[in-house]
Structure formats: C-alpha cells, structure tokens
C-alpha cells in the first residue's frame, strides 16, 4: 500500500478498514474484497478478543484489536473462544452449529447457541470446560463434513455435559443447515421436541489397539468419583511441572511439527544429546538440563546416519552411554504400547523418548472409525503412558503443505492429534536458510515463537530469542550495515537494497531515529 500524497502507512491502512475492506487480500492481489458481515467474539466477562469476516466474494478472514482501535489480521496468541460465549455460560441448554450464521438465526427463535471459529473440523479440546453440567443438542450440516464435525463435538463434551444429544433436522436439503430449516418453517416448538424425542449420544467403543482385556481391566480399576470442594481445592498444593527442557518441554505427550527435511530430526535429536549428558539445550546457558537417561527411535534412518549426525553434534566428544537408540519399534498396537512400557520400567532413570516419526508407529484407522476420535485415541495413549511414568514422549510429525492462520491448524491429520498432545512445537524454516522460528503452545507452557538458527556444520540448532524481537533487530542490523557500507541513504534506496517495501523501511527508520541508531538529514538518513 502506497500514498502518493504522502500520507504514512498506518493512516492509509486505517482509512482502508474504515472503508470495510481487507488491507492484505488473499489470492489475486488485483481482487477487491468487501467485509459483508462480522461476528464479534467475546470472553468469559464479555471482553470482545476476536472478529470473524465474511467477506465477498466468498471467504472468511479473521481479525484481533490492535489496541488503538485498528485491526489486526493476524491471530498470533490469541486465545480462542465459543461464539457467544457469555451467553452459553449463563444458559443452562445450549445448541452447537456449525457457524455463526447458523448461531444468530437460532438466536432470532430465542434458542441458546454457539459454534467455533472457522468451521467444520476446527473445535478445539479446550471449550469442553464451557459445556460442564449443560444440556448441549448439536445440529449438523447435512453433508460429510458436517456429520464429522457433529461427532467430534460429541466426543470432545462427552462426559463433562450433563447430556450429549446429536439431532439431525428433517428435509434440509443437501449441504443444508439449520438457517435453511429455519427459512423453511422450522420453529422453536418444533426444535424443542425433536432434542426431547433424540437419544443421548454414547461415547463409541474402546480404541482397537486395547485388548478387550486391557479395556476390562481399565474399566474394572476405574475409581469412583469423587467431588472436591472449592474450599478443598484451594487448600491443595499441586507439585511444579517437572521440565525436561527448561521452559520448552515438560513431561508428557509433545507434539514437534514441522514440513520434510526442514530439521526437526535434528532438532529432537539436539534435545536428545542435551538431556542424556546434562548439558545444554539450544546453544543457551540458561537452558541448562538434568541428565537422565534417553529413548531414541529413528525409525526413518538408520544407526549409520545416527552415528555421523552424532559426531557433528558431539564436536569430538564421546558419545553419552546413556542414550539408547533403536531403528526399529513395532506400532504400538502390535507391542509397541507395551513395549514401551516394560522400557520404562527396566529405565526408572529415563526422562526423554523421542519417536522420529509419528507415522512409523501409529496404527491405521479401520474405515469405520472416525478420524478424530481415532487420533485421539492414539496421542491418548502416548500421553497417558508419559504421565504414568513422569517423562517426556516427543514426537515428530509433518504439518500440512497449505498455510494456515493459527499455527496448530497447520499439523498434518485432524485437530485430536494437536488435542491428545501436552505441548505442540511447530517448526518452520525457508527451504536453504539458516533461520527459522519455533511456535510452542501448550497446557503448561506460555504461548510463544522463538528464533532459531541452524549451523548445518556442527548439525546444531541455535536459540536466538524471542521471534518478534529477533525480526526487528535483524532488520536493524542490516540498515546499519547498508550504511556503513554504502553512506547516507534515503528511504527508498534502502528498501531498494534490501528488497522491502519501502513503507515499512520508513517506519522502521522512524523508530530508529527515535531511539538514536540514526539520523536523518533532510529525508537521508545515515548512521550516528
């Protein structure tokens, strides 16, 4: 975007929005967007954190508060929440949809009802908390995706709703939704007796890599429940995370995601060296491990590879005897569960295992088995196995080809692969470059992108801060550079050397001279 009146970037960003129109079209960049309608979200106190916008021609983009009454087109960190949620927590029934359209049409007919944000496929593990004790009816899409999306819901509220019921309306046409039944004479009345008449939905059978005597036996030793009182929870102390990684890996089931041949085998294995000889991580001090024992399974390479990419890493070092690695492992529906297990038990010492990849161990699904619930099923048991014995399962696994605006929706597979997991990790670095960045999120671990740089000579990745932080102070770094080299520039000449627009290198300069890096003379700046 450029004023040739000379106005800056955030002034002509701003007039662009107030007009309705989005600043960064996606697609044909010659294309105009229009917003034709917005879906505020809000949390729990009503605070607004997020807009969903449809916009024409047809697509959805969605948008957080820049602080200063501007947008944001970017949804980095922000926390995720139901459609209408201070609603859904003042009622005690509740209707799920598939969209926000759907939502606001039931809202007309003074029924309760929520979705998620982007569709079909998209809910996330974590709203179940906003469902405990309610009456929750899911009205489906009449399609695939719509039926998929209805059961994964299901078995995500299963068990903390006080009841599940799945009703699919009468004579909605093909891909019809519950708008196009409400447009065709549908009531509240009528609605209301169809959720009475539906059954409850019932959780499906024990994942299929449990023996029926494992799942008895499970069954069998299950607790009864048992209530804990608000008084009685505060008055609990609850042990610290342990961290295998300080303030990157806890114990658990972790989740490392990242496209082919980008690192992440060097990474885990980085991570590897560094617990089994206490040294260590990333490069950095502070990152500092206890040394316990490790699990490697390079189950796509072979102990001929291990051994050089060790060497790099080591520099002459000997290699840590407390490091165990195995090229082969049977799917854990075959033994390899169990066997993991007896390792644990023959290794009290062990706090690491690394699975190098996903898809050489987890087991395939029967075509009658939902995709969700089966992935779900699988990372349930890696991450039951890790809090059972106190260690860390990290597992390597590829994300998809497409970008996606929220980093987790980017691994490869449905949303329970990212919902079974403790902790996600996605790892993303240009095809040839040194640099790359490191998205974490998790239930212990605060949100964040970090910096990273590979050194492919001594097959080490190297911490170099926070993502945002390190961006700008790169881009600064080479600015100075280009002035020290070449002398006093203008704006345009230095955007020109760079290959950048020249708005954000104004702006960037601007701030530069603020903090007294430069100065500018009549428009040119140079270096103090």
């Given at each position: 975007?450029?004023c ?40 729990q106190g ?14 959805f ?17 922000v ?8 609603e859904v927590l ?5 209707a ?11 809202s007309t007919l003074g029924?309760?009802a ?5 569709g ?13 004790g ?5 009205l489906?899409?009449n ?16 068990g903390v709703?006080?009841v ?9 046409p093909?891909k ?8 065709a ?8 007796l169809?959720a009475?008449?539906?059954?409850e939905?019932k959780a ?5 890599f449990?023996t ?12 009864a429940?048992?209530?804990v009182s ?21 114990e658990?089931y972790v989740l490392?995601?990242g ?6 085998s060097?990474l885990?294995?980085?991570l590897?060296?560094a ?19 490790v699990l ?6 072979r102990?001929r590879?291990?051994?050089n990419?060790?060497g ?6 000997p290699?840590?005897e407390n490091?165990l ?31 190098d990849?996903l ?9 009658n088995?939902?995709p ?23 597992v390597v ?12 929706d980017?691994?490869s ?12 990790m996605i ?5 040839g ?5 490191l998205t974490?999120?998790?239930?212990d671990?605060?949100e964040q992108?970090l910096a ?19 961006a700008?102070?790169?881009?600064r770094?080479e ?6 080299e ?16 020249q708005s954000?290198?104004?702006?960037l300069?601007?701030k530069?001279v ?11 700046y140079?270096?103090?």
């Amino acid at each position: 975007m450029k004023c040739h009146g000379g106005c800056d970037y955030d002034r002509v960003k701003a007039a662009i929005e107030a007009l309705g129109l989005d600043p960064w079209p996606r697609g044909n960049s010659n294309r105009e967007y229009r917003i034709i309608k917005i879906y505020d979200y809000f949390d729990q106190g009503g605070k607004p954190v997020f807009q969903v916008c449809r916009l024409e021609p047809k697509s959805f983009r969605q948008r957080r508060p820049d602080g200063k009454g501007g947008w944001i087109w970017k949804m980095d960190g922000v926390p995720r929440v139901p459609y209408r949620l201070p609603e859904v927590l003042q009622a005690e029934e509740v209707a799920v949809v598939e969209g926000e359209k759907d939502a606001d049409a039931l809202s007309t007919l003074g029924v309760i009802a929520t979705c998620n944000p982007g569709g079909a496929g998209k809910w996330r593990t974590e709203f179940r908390e906003f469902f405990r004790g309610k009456k929750v009816v899911i009205l489906p899409d009449n399609d695939e995706p719509g039926r998929a999306h209805a059961q994964n819901v299901a078995l995500n509220l299963h068990g903390v709703a006080a009841v599940v019921k799945l009703v699919e309306l009468p004579g909605l046409p093909d891909k019809g939704d519950v708008s196009d039944w409400i447009k065709a004479g549908g009531t509240k009345e009528q609605l209301l007796l169809l959720a009475e008449k539906a059954p409850e939905w019932k959780a499906p059978e024990t994942p299929k890599f449990l023996t029926p005597q494992a799942a008895a036996s499970q069954a069998k030793a299950a607790p009864a429940i048992r209530f804990v009182s608000g008084k009685e929870l505060e008055a609990l102390n609850f042990p610290e995370p342990v961290w295998i990684i300080p303030g990157l890996i806890t114990e658990g089931y972790v989740l490392l995601a990242g496209r082919p041949k980008l690192g992440k085998s060097w990474l885990g294995l980085c991570l590897a060296v560094a617990v089994a000889t206490g040294g260590c991580a990333l490069g950095k001090g502070e990152l500092r491990v206890v040394q316990g024992e490790v699990l490697y399974l390079a189950l796509e390479d072979r102990l001929r590879r291990i051994k050089n990419r060790l060497g790099k890493i080591l520099c002459g070092s000997p290699f840590p005897e407390n490091l165990l690695i195995a090229e082969s492992w049977q799917r854990l529906d075959k033994g390899g569960l169990d066997d993991l297990k007896e390792f644990f038990k023959a290794h009290d010492g062990c706090r690491l295992v690394v699975i190098d990849t996903l898809a050489k161990v987890r087991p395939p699904r029967a075509k009658n088995r939902d995709p969700y619930e089966w992935d779900m099923a699988v990372g349930g048991a890696l991450q039951s196995l890790a809090n059972q014995f106190r260690v860390s399962i990290l597992v390597v696994h590829h994300t998809r080809k497409a970008e996606a605006d929220d980093p987790l929706d980017s691994v490869s597979g449905t949303t329970g692969i990212t919902g079974a997991a403790d902790a996600v990790m996605i790892l993303k670095r240009g095809r040839g470059q040194a640099d790359g960045t490191l998205t974490l999120a998790g239930r212990d671990i605060e949100e964040q992108e970090l910096a990273l740089k590979f050194h492919p000579q001594e097959g080490a990745w190297e911490l170099l801060g926070d993502a945002a932080e390190y961006a700008k102070s790169k881009e600064r770094q080479e600015i100075i550079k280009i002035l020290r080299e070449n002398g006093p520039k203008t704006p345009k000449e230095i955007a020109d050397l760079l290959e950048k627009k020249q708005s954000n290198i104004k702006v960037l300069l601007w701030k530069m001279v603020k903090d007294g890096e430069v100065k500018s003379v009549d428009g040119v700046y140079e270096v103090i």
